[in-house]
């Protein structure tokens, strides 16, 4: 069972993404999830937490800019992404807590 991303592409600086976390097989309901994301030649590093009931954490660094919310009814997780930065450029990935395997991910890329 894998949580699948999606929603990134190119985006110049100051603009917005809404990242998509799509699940099957009610795997998530009851969990908090996350959304991770990892540039190249970095670790992978927490963006954004959301509870079960929830209640949101988020990294200083996207604090005030990104939005994490999700939809149990559809299975969704979502990340909503507002003035991008060129540093905000990574594959983002969604996963639960306990983490099941890692999908693909998907690329943002911030570039004028």
């Known amino acids: 069972v894998q949580l699948q991303a999606s929603g990134g592409g190119l985006v110049q600086p100051g603009g917005s993404l809404r990242l998509s976390c799509a699940a099957s097989?009610?795997?998530?309901?009851?969990?908090?999830m996350r959304w991770y994301r990892q540039a190249p030649g970095n670790q992978r590093d927490l963006v954004a937490s959301?509870?079960?009931?929830?209640?949101?954490n988020y990294a200083d660094s996207v604090k005030g800019r990104f939005i994490i919310s999700r939809d149990n009814a559809k299975d969704m997780v979502y990340l909503q992404m507002n003035n991008l930065k060129p540093e905000d450029t990574a594959v983002y990935y969604c996963?639960?807590?306990?983490?099941?395997?890692w999908g693909q991910g998907t690329l943002v890329t911030v570039s004028s």
């Open positions: 097989g009610n795997i998530f309901r009851f969990n908090t």
């Open positions: 959301i509870s079960s009931g929830g209640n949101t």
């Open positions: 996963n639960r807590v306990p983490p099941l395997v």
